[in-house]
């Protein structure tokens, strides 16, 4: 049997903290076992229209299966992942993943802030006021005792009603700022959530990093798209992306830029080498960075925890295999 979850099923699943716990237990898992396929991901266009494909085998987990979206700016993009078993070949679950993108990016953040943040921190500037700025925002309270946050972005009342909507949902002070600056200074954590567009201004400059500052940049998943400078990239002491820097730096606009003029620039490390113990915080006035552009792994990851979530609770749509075996 198949499971279809929709985007309200997957809504309704939502449990931040236990999903960071299993995207944390997911990748430790595959860091440390054989046999991970995890290719990079296929990035196919007709005018506006723009298909990626993220296919991965997750031996650990038990489970391969893919990630794929499509459609446009303009009309909209729409998103699956299919989780199939590796020893039956069953497809166990087809999961609308608009939000579950947006839950394990956030999830996934959560697990780097856990390794890379002070332990002590407990305030946060949010760059940023759409739906991954919620979810990265919930991954940070997951792991960090957070008492008060400020938000910025551009348009005052969506940074309002942000800061309305998630002090409800948290149950902690959130202000809006008058800007960047105003939301990033003092901030013990800094989460960058911005969809920036070609040709606009950054949403974050390296020059208002303080130390001990942890920053998550989660924006800039597309050549065309800045969400950091240049000076972001350089001066945190850890530098660490959740996938290789070869993918990093030909699918995100910042990492391009940088690398424009820094040609031999890379990052200290991979959110795996933090997770294995091979780096780490090195001291508390460190300046730390966690640059993320997703992966199949953790969407897959993701949803196999949506998944069992789903069976116990009796959630979701139960159909006939989607895909019958053909015996040769």
């Given at each position: 049997?198949?499971?279809?979850?929709?985007?309200k099923?997957?809504?309704?699943?939502?449990?931040?903290?236990?999903?960071?716990?299993?995207?944390?237990?997911?990748?430790?898992?595959?860091?440390?076992?054989?046999?991970?396929?995890?290719?990079?991901?296929?990035?196919?266009?007709?005018?506006?229209?723009?298909?990626?494909v993220?296919p991965?085998?997750l031996p650990?987990?038990?489970v391969?299966?893919?990630?794929?979206?499509?459609?446009?700016?303009h009309?909209?993009?729409?998103?699956?992942?299919m989780?199939?078993?590796?020893?039956?070949?069953?497809?166990?679950?087809?999961i609308?993943?608009?939000?579950?993108t947006?839950?394990?990016?956030?999830?996934?953040?959560?697990v780097?802030t856990?390794?890379l943040?002070?332990?002590?921190?407990?305030?946060?500037?949010?760059?940023?006021?759409?739906?991954?700025?919620?979810?990265?925002?919930?991954?940070v309270?997951?792991?960090?005792?957070?008492?008060?946050?400020?938000?910025?972005?551009?348009?005052?009342?969506?940074?309002?009603?942000?800061?309305?909507?998630?002090?409800?949902?948290?149950?902690?002070a959130?202000?809006?700022?008058?800007?960047?600056?105003?939301?990033?200074?003092g901030?013990?954590?800094?989460?960058?959530?911005t969809n920036?567009?070609?040709?606009?201004?950054?949403?974050?400059?390296?020059?208002?990093?303080e130390?001990?500052?942890?920053?998550?940049?989660?924006?800039?998943t597309?050549?065309?798209?800045?969400?950091?400078?240049?000076?972001?990239?350089?001066r945190?002491?850890?530098?660490?992306?959740d996938t290789?820097?070869?993918?990093?730096?030909r699918e995100?606009g910042?990492?391009m830029a940088?690398?424009?003029?820094?040609?031999?620039?890379?990052p200290h490390?991979?959110?795996?080498?933090?997770?294995?113990?091979?780096?780490?915080?090195?001291?508390?006035?460190?300046?730390?960075?966690f640059?993320?552009?997703?992966?199949?792994?953790?969407?897959?990851?993701?949803?196999l925890?949506?998944?069992?979530?789903a069976?116990v609770?009796?959630?979701?749509?139960?159909?006939?295999?989607?895909?019958?075996?053909?015996?040769?």
């Open positions: 049997m198949t499971l279809i979850l929709s985007d099923d997957v809504r309704g699943l939502a449990d931040m903290p236990a999903l960071v716990d299993s995207l944390e237990q997911g990748l430790r898992a595959e860091e440390g076992g054989p046999g991970v396929i995890l290719p990079e991901r296929m990035n196919l266009a007709l005018g506006a229209t723009l298909l990626r993220m991965a085998i650990a987990a038990g391969l299966g893919l990630k794929f979206f499509f459609g446009s700016l009309e909209g993009i729409r998103y699956a992942v989780v199939c078993a590796i020893d039956s070949g069953e497809v166990l679950a087809v609308d993943a608009a939000y579950l947006a839950l394990r990016t956030g999830a996934t953040s959560g780097a856990r390794h943040a002070r332990p002590d921190a407990r305030t946060v500037g949010v760059i940023g006021s759409g739906l991954e700025a919620e979810t990265n925002l919930e991954a309270c997951a792991v960090r005792a957070v008492e008060f946050v400020r938000v910025y972005s551009r348009d005052p009342v969506r940074r309002s009603e942000f800061a309305r909507r998630m002090s409800e949902r948290l149950g902690i959130i202000e809006p700022a008058e800007t960047m600056e105003q939301a990033a200074i901030a013990d954590v800094v989460v960058v959530a920036t567009g070609p040709g606009g201004a950054v949403a974050f400059r390296g020059s208002v990093l130390p001990g500052q942890h920053v998550v940049s989660i924006g800039s597309a050549t065309f798209l800045r969400e950091i400078d240049e000076e972001t990239l350089l945190p002491h850890l530098v660490v992306f290789a820097h070869a993918q990093v730096s995100s910042d990492v940088l690398l424009a003029s820094r040609p031999d620039w890379a490390g991979l959110l795996g080498d933090v997770l294995s113990g091979r780096l780490a915080r090195a001291g508390s006035d460190q300046v730390t960075l640059k993320s552009v997703g992966t199949a792994a953790q969407d897959l990851i993701a949803g925890a949506l998944y069992q979530a069976t609770r009796g959630v979701g749509l139960l159909v006939p295999d989607l895909a019958e075996p053909k015996t040769f």
